[in-house]
Structure formats: structure tokens, C-alpha cells
T-cell receptor, first 113, second 115 residues
Framework: DTEVTQTPKHLVMGMTNKKSLKCEQH?????MYWYKQKAKKPPELMFV???????INESVPSRFSPECPNSSLLNLHLHALQPEDSALYLC????????????FGSGTQLSVL | QQQVKQSPQSLIVQKGGIPIINCAYE??????FPWYQQFPGKGPALLIA?????SEKKEGRFTISFNKSAKQFSLHIMDSQPGDSATYFC??????????????FGKGTKLSVIP
């Protein structure tokens, strides 16, 4: 299994809602990542978990809260988002945190109204 | 200094042509250079990658050429097909300290291969 599975594929939420994005991989990878991608732009790193510990937080607003319950799962909790947070949110994993051979999921397309 | 400059922004070639996408960097600490391919509605997928100790790497129809002295690298797609139409991102990685690595993406090239 060489897939990174993300749910949901699409999400529409209001600015007062709380929602969560989920990501799962069963490749035994020890590093997992959250990226944000705006249309026609490259992915921007948000968070990195290495061996289930948060190792990088790229100055992301606190309305985004990551969680890594175990080595196969990664969540992104969303609260009080702004319309400018609308984007494709990508999860990725790799064997370790050296950024080599990242496997990306298909993403969650988020719209904030 | 952490930038990776990618060109062109968009590229149209006929089937069978050889599109070439170029990237340039300044940071000599970069030591791993991957290329990612992204189709609409999908996440990026690793296509091919190279380290600076080799000048060329070929995998199937995809070739990376690397010029360490010029700090440039490029992707060539041989015998391009309409199915290669996608956005291509170059990237560069370096160690940023405390066990962390930084991956910097180029801005992307939208390739269209017309029949």
C-alpha cells in the first residue's frame, strides 16, 4: 500500500465552525506533513511530525491545530477560519523527515464562507 | 537565498516533442533536487530526483540534467504525450538544523502536450 488517504475530499465551512481533516498512511513512514496549496501556487509547508512529535511549525496561525494520534494518522483541526484560508490542504508522508520521497495524498479542497 | 527559480511558467508542446523545464538556485547547501508532477485535483507525485554528485539521471522518458557550477538543473521529457500534461514543480532540500530539513519548491510550470 503506497497511498496516503485524506478525508474528506471537499469541505465547506463557515467562519465559526470547527472541523477536522484526516490523513492516514500504512507505509510505515515516520514523518508526516501538512501542506497548504493555493491555486496555481506550489505547496507551502505548515507542519511536520517526526516520530509522532511536532518538529516543525511554520508560524501557522493557531486556528490550525495539528494532531498525530499515532504513526499512521495525522489530523488537522480547524476553528474560526477566515475566507483566505480556502485552499487545497495536502497531507504527505516520508520514511523520515529528510524530505526525500514525499508521498502526497489527493488533498482536501477547503472552502471557508 | 532559499529561493528556487523555475521557468517557464507555462509550456505548450506537440506530441513527441521534448519539453524542457529549468530551475536555478543560490543556496549551495541544497543537496537533494526532486521534481514533482501534479495533475488537477491530485496531490504532487515524485517523478525523479537527483543529488549534486551526478550530472544526469534518467528514469524512463524523464531526465534531470544538473549543472553544479551554474547552480541550475532541468527536467527533459522525451517523446512527450498528452498524458504528460500537468504542472511540474522543481524543488530543493537542505538541512536547516536541529534535525530538520527544508524543502523549497519552485513556482511550477504548467505543461500542455497537444496531439
Amino acid at each position: 500500500d503506497t497511498e496516503v488517504t485524506q478525508t474528506p475530499k471537499h469541505l465547506v465551512m463557515g467562519m465559526t465552525n470547527k472541523k477536522s481533516l484526516k490523513c492516514e498512511q500504512h507505509m510505515g513512514h515516520r514523518a508526516m506533513y501538512w501542506y497548504k496549496q493555493k491555486a496555481k501556487k506550489p505547496p507551502e509547508l505548515m507542519f511536520v511530525y517526526s516520530y509522532e512529535k511536532l518538529s516543525i511549525n511554520e508560524s501557522v496561525p493557531s486556528r490550525f491545530s495539528p494532531e498525530c494520534p499515532n504513526s499512521s494518522l495525522l489530523n488537522l483541526h480547524l476553528h474560526a477560519l477566515q475566507p483566505e484560508d480556502s485552499a487545497l490542504y495536502l497531507c504527505a508522508s516520508s520514511w523520515d523527515s529528510t524530505n526525500e520521497k514525499l508521498f502526497f495524498g489527493s488533498g482536501t479542497q477547503l472552502s471557508v464562507l | 537565498q532559499q529561493q528556487v527559480k523555475q521557468s517557464p511558467q507555462s509550456l505548450i508542446v506537440q506530441k513527441g516533442g521534448i519539453p524542457i523545464i529549468n530551475c536555478a538556485y543560490e543556496n549551495t547547501a541544497f543537496d537533494y533536487f526532486p521534481w514533482y508532477q501534479q495533475f488537477p485535483g491530485k496531490g504532487p507525485a515524485l517523478l525523479i530526483a537527483i543529488r549534486p554528485d551526478v550530472s544526469e539521471k534518467k528514469e524512463g522518458r524523464f531526465t534531470i540534467s544538473f549543472n553544479k557550477s551554474a547552480k541550475q538543473f532541468s527536467l527533459h521529457i522525451m517523446d512527450s504525450q498528452p498524458g504528460d500534461s500537468a504542472t511540474y514543480f522543481c524543488a530543493a532540500s537542505s538541512y536547516s538544523g536541529a534535525g530538520s530539513y527544508q524543502l523549497t519548491f519552485g513556482k511550477g510550470t504548467k505543461l500542455s502536450v497537444i496531439p
